[in-house]
């Protein structure tokens, strides 16, 4: 596993340094109360190599002052792994949401939400640890245990040499039994990820489990699971458990053989008492900046898999790149699509093939067809979510790969299938298309969309707080706030994709009116579900398996008795 975060970022290495720095000072801390412990014994014991200072008071004022230090350096140690925790959560969600928002859209269509809000809430929060206590703990314990044997070294070399080859070996081992035990372990991780999915599809989907009676199966589903996942973590738990036995009988036999050759040279009259006592306690010291390392190990562990996943999602490359001298924008608003061919990532069937068609400045275009036939994929390439595989798609006469996507996306206002409402006041999602709307232009665009009337009968009037997904509203009033919103935008081409699908027929009624309304002053594509939408269009473009078959006035088309008549007769209504 490789850090990728502390290189590009100075304040979190910043960070990790002083983590490291204060995790070394409390080490320093620990050796000093070793010698002044091993002092206070050895004048107690009236060791002579100790130049004859009699008093044992300077050792222990000397101990009581290192204990409150340590205690302030503990504190401040604390603080800034506090402090590195929040500087990595925030570095590495601002370089995933900038990334991501560089990425545009066409990714998040590609990949699930769910995906990618568990990298960036849960991976990152399993990331932290990682940078806050992982790394510092490595330097502590590198830099900490060399300082400790140099120290030792300086009053007895033999027992730092001693001493020095269990220290080695304690991480040695560590290792290499955590590569023989993982496959016992990385076990419990795929548990959990496979319940934690059950139960988010289980709360997901709650409204149709109790709908089809099925909750009683889906409790038995995610029941195996829980029990899956706990007998995995008995496993690993096990397995942690062994892990420590290992490294505590390191420490053990270390001490136990340091000290007693030691204790064995005081009484051959080779080292003095003062000496055996250091390389006790400093043997103690030794170990501990060890132990804390095993400790953090589990969260670098957890940390691997979510590294993953971000280190995946950084090296996503967008699917639409920016000019590098983008065109000026063009002065009019005909759009043409031209011998364009597309095909999603991954798929063989091509959503768009040879499609070649115009529509003219302030023209009303309804486009239909049966489910898949690439209507959607139609609006997702205007916009340029994706760029064509072939052909090229004009506005104005200008290839749209010319125009920087800012220009591009200016001139379109968009209603899609699934519109979005955000939590917030009904003023704050209308003005995420122009923020600096007057409360008149915010009651122009509500008028045009033919929701006014509501919003003016809600108590609270354009300040009306709206839960997630502008749950409060139905699903026809979400769709003319959409509406609205793409409105007070004021951009020249606007682009309604099954604006009236799934909406009672009072809404549609008033989308249609709004629809009416916009008629000859913008250039109009609608994809359309609804004869009464179709045939207030100035022409149809018909579509079948991402082909145009068809283009005509709505009347025409209807007498042709072609793709277009099968489809109104096989649809009713409904398209
Ligand atoms: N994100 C995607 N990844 C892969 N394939 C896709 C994606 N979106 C659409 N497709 C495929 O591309 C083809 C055209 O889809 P598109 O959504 O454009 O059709 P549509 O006419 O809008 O259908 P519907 O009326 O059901 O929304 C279909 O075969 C569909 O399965």
Redesign the pocket.
Known sequence: MTPFLSATSPRLRRRMIGSSASGLAITACHVLQGICLAGLVGTLLGDTSLGGAASPFPWLAGFAVLILIKGVLIWVSEIIAQSTAQATKEELRQRLLTHLIDLGPGVT??RQTGDLQATIVGGVEAVESYYSRYLPAIIVAVIGCAGVLAVLALVDWPSALLLGAFVVAFPLLDRFWMRWQMPAVSGVFAAMGAFGAELLDALQGILTLKTFNASQAWRHRLSARADALASESIRAAAVTMMRTGVTGFVTLSGTALVVSVDAWRVAAGELSPFALFLALFLTREAFRPLDRLEKEFHTAWAAGGAMQSIRDLLALEAPVHEPASPAPCPHRTDIAFDAVDFS????D?P??SSVSFTVRENEFVAIV????????????LLPRFFDPDRGAIRIGGTDIRTLSLGTLRRLIGAVS?DTTLFSGTIAENLRLANPDATEIELRAALEAAHLAPLINSLPQGLDTPLGERGAGLSGGQRQRLAIARALLKDAPILLL??ATSNVDPASEKAIQAAIDGFRGRRTLIV?A?RLSTVAAADRVLV?ER?RLVEAGSPQSLAIAGGAFARLAFTEGDVL
């Open positions: 269509l590609r999603y990532d991954g798929s069937t959503a768009l067809g049966p489910s898949g036939a690439g209507k959607s994929t139609i609006a997702t299938q994709d099954e994809i579900h579509f991402g």
